[in-house]
């Protein structure tokens, strides 16, 4: 059946923000999508809150809406632009649930919009535990023994029947949201409270553990004329217990036989043609170690972050192939992209192994309860391609750009086998290194799987890494020279081996070769450019001739490294295209658009690593490389390419690191006759100690050289500073700490352009929150509209002097601090920022396009957007943080100078009061117009706090309140209902409380009730507002919900928000 | 131990010897299967090929004797890039590589098997001698010019004697020209009564049998090259229900005057998609062949396409116009790959009754 020709206009819906469980994944399927649809002549009307997509980008679909993501929004854009389907399956959970929602509201039928792919039916079916667990039972595939409870007491039940453990999943959740393993009565009644908290539809599945079977994906397709077919299976280093997002994932299975293989195989069929979907669908099964005994765990009927691994993994573009079919085609009518002769209908057949590891956010907090289960905690992955597993796996580890570069952590050296095996039990982000500790000490695999349940193949894999690091270190002589060579030949990086060998290392000329991805096995001509390295003869790339320029990606997306870096990357590809030259990506994320290999004219798939950069640098020999759209990843390389000689495009490495090193960049901004907070970077307590004696408390205290403001905080007092120093004291004596005044104000963000002379600023964006508060997690408004014409000019002229001074030649950001009194420059990032799409899609000017062109030579004033600062859009943008705080215990979830958002979205209108209420709506967080407000506030924000509930109170609101706060507030004639401790808990937990304002004397602090509340009211997503400046904030968005007017919903291009 | 594969086109890959150790020379294919390693090894149409593996890590669940696919490989050499140092399933009764010496395969890893394929496919037909020798270029010269594919690999695969495999159901005579244990398990698993004859035997032996139909095994080499095979066929198709697996499906077309060419390099693996032109729909089905059956060879003489490859448009099936026969070029048995078309087992077990 060709495809559906009463199909004029396809709406897509994206994935909103970045949060734990939907990444980047969702912004390359959305964007194949979309251009899929495009191909066919059907006009996409694409609705994405998540401003940092390459999906929302103005030419990617007819009509771009940022908007929320909610009924009330996507109902009014359905009204306006009568599409005639819905394409939900490529955004992830929130497009899927909110497809549903549509429907159950009756917006589809009353429009006649069809769903496009999958039917209602299907989504209940796979979504619906029990709905599910029906269907399975009809087609006779095995599920666990489970029950679907709606409360406590059926779980209870339950378990009086089944032995521990047991394992909970809420329905319709993200990443697990909600769900754990149960091993006693206690656990389970609190893990199946808030996992029925959790679930929209308050329904939980209770099932049997199958804890040590082997978790194996298949991701399969399937047509309306029921051709189905597997794209790729993969096998979870991890067993059933992980979630597959936090596993260790290799493609394809490594340790099933052909029948096994087949045996799933023939299973994915039965279950996605019972589904009867039409597109991609993934399935997760438990196999037994010990015999053919299999369960299906679940089923996912949309693409999803698997798929997009398995799109990178086998060059299988699932998401554009699922969306053809969706509209109609089979898949035997479409092409195979990658051979452009060869059928889609068809297996891809690897020649290589594929290894992805989660990259967890551990390191940014370090309070969180680190062990992993059901529920996703990871915010990115990376991907690796090798021949052999050793060589993957090497790769995937220094692609985590961690402290190890192999499986070795030195720093567990000293533990003594008992402390090895008592973290190794516990499943981690660390385990695997722990793991490598018990081989190098000697432990059976028997007694390691007998804990862990990793096959023993793997460990085989592990043990043959570790076996070779003390290979290297008890080798000498000609003995050495040639092990030295094996190691590096097995995918060791040369810095390793020195370091093992504790002496320079040559490897003799042996250089890797590099071999195309090609989705056939090399049985077919393939006519694509995606690429890996790997130590076997042929080397199958050819540089192109012409000039090149290498583009280097930002890596897994990570808290203070999201999206908008690779939104940068794709868009310096496609400049460099157009300014004449052939691009060349580096990048290791297989969630992302710049991975796709259409995106540059050559990927590499590679880590971001010093040696595996250079190795394709000197194979490629470009004319330059651009290392200031990658974020802090592709600028931390800056300094190690500079050293080797290779040409930066743009701001060179001395000026960035003008920029990066504090005291230079001190001296640097004197010169110009610029104010910085003052500050010293100090290394050694005594130099601490009289640091802060010249600059008296409060102070800003962070280590050198970090990203999303890790380990920073505000120091009221003495008493603060040895608790930092208690945590962080490491970093006193590793690198030194930076110690600033702190200085509290408004704080001003801006985005420009430098040629090295003149600027260009498309905006500038001001915060709601105070300094003090990571601009990451800020509410920052478009345009700065609280600062006076003159300090408006002041900004831009010291812009200005900045960028001429350092050297700036392509984008750079500024946060000031403005007190009133005086602007002082925070900090200067020499590269893109997250505000770099905002600002982009906002004023419409193409600031990554024009800081290529600057890069490659290029003047401001030929861009033809002028200099200085550009004219106002008519448009308001509040971009707002999302926070994936219900995904980690034990991470508080008050806002710092550290980073913890994962994501943000940004609401645009030409109505400031309005664009808030949006971009409240769309981060999630429920605008109430009454209910119930506890207010908790530390003593130096009591009296503006009083003023505050002031106003919630007119508006209807009461309030809660508890201790000082409460007295304060009475004695302040204030209406404060009290509530002791406890209660509170309940009624957080009850869903009593509708908002809490917190502002927490000093957060992080595990053994506080303050932690304790914030961290109850994370679970049941009750909003919590710690800063007094975002409370305030959302009283403009309640005006408007009790305003009773209703938002204009307009496309921010194709439309007439184009006007600008 | 080093060892050596030359190619005919002068160049030389050096490996590790691995399994059995020997010298031996052969057309070189590369099958694309990401498992089965086991089953292709023991596939009889393998026999007279050097056979390259695409998926780099081969032997990682062991081997298990009860997926065997004939009684001894049959192939004459086996290249691989890495071979698994510890195996691991539940089904493993040991390793690859004393299975390989146990089998008497001459074997070589640690090559870089994809820069091999990609030679493979680049020319047709194309030769190699395996060694752990270093061998003079006018001796492989020499060596290169005087081979000839052998003519009776057949010959080398069928059984030597009939054999009689008791059931309940329908009594199917299968022609052994190098027949997969699949195929056998197949029957055998839908209650069939079997008896296996060797490919030499006369139509007459076999209709004396008494069959309800008559399956055409899979089998190695040319087509052409099985004597007496097409005659013998053309008889027992006017007789009985037929039908015919790969080297079965080319014996059947040859029986009826059609052709067979050789193909460039030939289709071996798990993904091969194929589509029923009558239906619309497509499967994904296991190959082995190098020989296809040529479409336009087809007029004339009652046969008719009924499948065709969705990559190169070749040849995967055909049914006589008068006669209850057809064949499939692909493997519905499987064993390596995808089960997908299994039903055509059930089809052919249809007209069998049908017709009796």
Redesign the interface.
């Known amino acids: 059946m060709p495809k559906d020709l009463s199909l004029k206009k396809a709406l897509i819906l994206g994935s909103g923000p970045i949060i734990i469980g939907q990444a980047a994944e969702f912004d390359y399927s959305g964007t194949q999508a979309c251009n899929s649809m495009r191909e066919e002549n059907i006009e996409v009307v694409l609705v994405n809150s998540n401003p940092a997509t390459i999906m929302t980008d103005s030419h990617i679909a007819d009509k771009v809406y940022i908007e929320p993501l909610t009924l009330e929004s996507v109902s009014n854009i359905i009204r306006r632009e009568r599409p005639d389907g819905l394409l939900a399956g490529f955004g992830g959970q929130t497009a899927l649930n909110l497809a549903m929602d549509l429907y159950a509201k009756g917006v589809l039928d009353e429009y006649g919009v069809k769903l496009l792919g999958v039917t209602h039916e299907a989504i209940v079916r796979a979504e619906d535990r029990e709905a599910f667990k029906a269907l399975m039972e009809d087609i006779r595939e095995p599920v666990a023994p489970s029950i679907i409870a709606e409360s406590v007491g059926e779980c209870v039940a339950f378990a009086e029947t089944h032995a521990y453990p047991l394992i909970i999943r809420p329905a319709y959740t993200l990443g697990g949201t909600g769900g754990g393993i149960a091993h006693d009565e206690a656990e389970l009644v609190d893990i199946c409270s808030q996992g029925l908290a959790a679930s929209p539809i308050k329904q939980i599945l209770l099932e049997k553990s199958l804890l040590g079977y082997k978790e194996i994906e298949y991701e399969v397709m399937r047509d309306s004329n029921d051709n189905c077919m597997i794209v790729c299976n993969m096998e979870n280093i991890d067993p059933v217990g992980v979630h597959t997002g936090d596993s260790i994932v290799v493609a394809p299975s490594q340790t099933l036989t052909d029948r096994q293989y087949q045996m799933l195989r023939d299973a994915a069929f039965k279950i996605i043609r019972s589904l009867k979907i039409c597109g991609g669908c993934n399935i997760q099964y438990a196999l037994s170690p010990d015999s053919d005994e299999y369960m299906v765990i679940e089923v996912n009927p949309r693409v999803s972050r698997s798929s997009a691994l398995a799109s990178k993994a086998t060059g299988y573009p699932i998401a554009k192939v699922a969306s053809k079919i969706a509209i109609g085609y089979r898949l035997d009518e479409l092409k195979n992209s990658i051979t452009q002769n060869s059928s889609a209908f068809f297996e891809p057949s690897l020649d290589y192994v594929v290894v992805k590891i989660p990259k967890l956010p551990f390191d940014k907090f370090p309070t969180a309860e680190k062990s992993l289960g059901t529920q996703m905690k990871a915010t990115g992955e990376v991907m690796s391609i090798g021949r052999t597993f050793e060589e993957a796996f090497l790769k995937a580890l220094r692609s985590l750009e961690g402290k190890t570069l192999s499986m070795r952590a030195y720093s567990f050296d000293d533990l003594s086998l008992d402390e090895i095996w008592e973290k190794a039990k516990i499943q981690s982000d660390q385990r695997i290194f722990y793991i490598g500790a018990l081989l190098r000490r000697g432990v059976s695999f028997d007694e390691i799987f007998t804990v862990t349940k990793i096959d023993r193949w793997f460990l085989q894999g592990f043990k043959n890494i570790v076996d070779m690091e003390r290979a290297l270190l008890e080798s000498d002589g000609e003995n050495r020279k040639r092990l030295v060579k094996s190691a590096y030949k097995m995918g060791y990086p040369i810095a390793e081996i020195e370091r093992l060998c504790g002496a320079p290392a040559d490897v003799g000329g042996i250089k890797p070769v590099y071999k195309m991805l090609d989705s056939c096995a090399g049985e077919f001509d393939a006519k694509t450019s995606y690429y890996y390295s790997c130590f076997d003869e042929e080397d199958e790339s050819v540089p192109d001739g012409g000039e090149k320029i290498l583009v280097l990606g930002s890596g897994p997306i990570r808290i203070g490294q999201g999206i908008e870096f690779d939104y940068c990357c794709v868009h310096g590809v496609w400049a460099i295209k157009e300014a004449g030259y052939k691009s060349i990506i580096i990048n290791n994320n297989p969630e992302t658009v710049s991975t796709d290999f259409n995106t540059a004219d050559k990927l590499y798939l590679e880590p971001l690593y010093i040696e595996d950069v250079m190795r394709i640098i000197e194979k490629e020999k470009p004319a330059g490389v651009v290392v200031q759209l990658g974020g802090q990843t592709a600028i931390n390389l800056a300094k190690d390419l500079a050293a080797r000689g290779v040409k930066i495009l743009g701001t060179s490495f001395d000026s960035i690191d003008m920029a990066e090193d504090r005291e230079r960049f001190l001296k640097v901004l004197s010169e110009i006759d610029i104010q910085a907070p003052r500050g010293f970077a100090v290394t050694g307590r005594d130099a601490l100690d009289e640091a802060v004696e010249k600059l008296g408390y409060p102070v800003l205290v962070r280590p050198s050289y970090v990203i999303g403001g890790r380990a920073m905080e505000i120091i009221y007092d003495k008493r603060y500073l040895e608790k930092y120093l208690e945590t962080k004291g490491e970093y006193l004596e590793n690198g030194g700490l930076l110690v600033d005044k702190y200085i509290q104000g408004k704080e001003i963000e801006v985005d420009a352009l430098c040629d090295g002379e003149n600027i260009l600023i498309p905006g500038i964006m001001e915060h709601i929150e105070r300094t003090g508060v990571h601009s990451g997690d800020s509410i920052s408004v478009y345009p700065a509209v609280n600062l006076k014409a003159e300090i408006i000019e002041t900004l831009v002229d010291y812009t200005k002097r900045i960028g001429r001074r350092i050297g700036i030649k392509g984008v750079f950001n500024i946060q000031y601090v403005y007190d009133g009194d005086i602007v002082r420059v925070i900090e200067v990032n020499p590269r893109a920022s997250r505000t770099v799409p905002i600002l982009s899609k906002l004023t419409g000017v193409p600031m990554v396009s024009i800081a290529a062109k600057l890069m490659l030579g290029g003047r401001v004033e030929d861009m033809g957007f002028g200099t200085g600062l550009y004219r106002k859009s008519q448009l308001y943008g509040v971009k707002i943080p999302v926070f994936s705080n219900e995904k980690l215990k034990n991470v508080d979830t008050f806002l710092g100078p550290e980073m913890k958002s994962t994501g943000e979205v940004l609401g645009v209108d030409k109505n400031l009061d309005m664009a808030i209420y949006k971009s409240f709506a769309a981060a999630g967080l429920k605008i109430v117009k009454s209910g119930n407000i506890y207010i908790s506030l530390s003593d130096n924000n009591k009296e503006e706090g009083l003023e505050i509930a002031k106003e919630y109170i007119r508006r209807g609101f009461r309030i809660y309140s508890s201790g000082r706060t409460k007295d304060y507030f009475r004695n302040n004639r204030v209406a404060a209902w009290g509530i002791s401790n406890e209660h509170l808990l309940e009624f957080i937990a009850a869903g009593r409380i509708n908002i809490v304002i917190n502002t927490p004397t000093r957060g992080d602090d595990v053994n506080t009730y303050g932690f304790t509340m914030r961290q109850k009211a994370a679970q049941y997503r009750v909003p919590v507002y710690t800063c007094l400046d975002t409370a305030r904030c959302l009283l403009k968005a309640i005006d408007v919900k009790i305003s009773g007017v209703e938002p204009d919903y307009l496309p921010i291009s194709g439309g007439k928000k184009e006007d600008k | 131990m080093k060892a050596f594969l030359y190619l005919e086109d002068g160049s030389c890959?050096c490996g590790e010897s691995f399994g059995a150790s020997g010298e031996t020379i052969g057309e070189l294919v590369?099958n694309?299967?990401?498992?089965?390693y086991?089953?292709v090894l023991t596939d009889p149409s393998y026999a007279g090929q050097i056979v390259c593996m695409?998926?780099?890590?081969i032997g990682?669940?062991g081997i298990?004797p009860g997926?065997n696919e004939s009684r001894k490989a049959c192939l004459k050499a086996f290249i691989i890039?890495?071979a698994?140092?510890?195996?691991?399933?539940?089904?493993s009764r040991g390793g690859l590589e004393d299975f390989l010496k146990e089998q008497g395969v001459i074997a070589l890893k640690n090559i870089?098997?994809?820069?091999l394929?990609?030679k493979i496919?680049e020319i047709a037909g194309f030769k190699g001698i395996v060694s752990n020798r270093e061998l003079l270029p006018e001796e492989l010269d020499r060596r290169f010019e005087e081979y000839r594919l052998e003519k009776n690999l057949v010959e080398l695969v069928s059984t030597a004697k009939i054999e009689r495999i008791p059931g309940e159901g329908a009594h199917i005579a299968v022609i052994d020209y190098g027949s997969k244990r699949n195929i056998i398990r197949n029957l055998q698993a839908r209650g069939c009564r079997l008896t296996v004859f060797p490919f030499s035997a006369a139509a007459s032996e076999i209709l004396e049998a008494g069959p309800d139909g008559i399956m055409l095994s899979n089998g190695p080499g040319d087509p052409a090259d099985v004597p007496g095979a097409a005659g013998t066929v053309r008889i027992l198709a006017e007789k009985k229900p037929l039908f015919g697996i790969c080297l079965g499906h080319q014996i059947l077309s040859l029986a009826f005057g059609a052709k067979t060419y050789k193909l460039k390099y030939g289709h071996h693996?798990?993904?091969?998609?194929i589509?029923d032109i009558q239906t619309?729909?497509?499967?994904?089905t296991s190959q082995n062949h190098e020989y296809a059956v040529d479409p336009s060879s087809l007029a004339g003489t009652g046969l008719e396409v009924t499948m065709i490859n969705?990559?190169d448009n070749t040849v995967e099936g055909i049914r006589h116009r008068k006669y209850p026969a057809f064949s499939v070029q692909f493997h519905p048995e499987?064993?390596?790959?995808?089960?997908?078309a299994n039903s055509l087992f059930d089809d052919f077990l249809e007209t069998c009754s049908i017709r009796n």
Do not use: W
């Open positions: 890959l590369f694309t299967c990401m498992t089965g086991q089953e695409t998926y780099p890590l990682n669940y298990d997926v890039k890495e698994a140092p510890l195996h691991s399933n539940f089904t870089d098997t994809r820069k394929t990609r496919r693996g798990g993904n091969h998609a589509k619309g729909r497509c499967y994904i969705l990559n499987a064993c390596p790959g995808p089960r997908d």
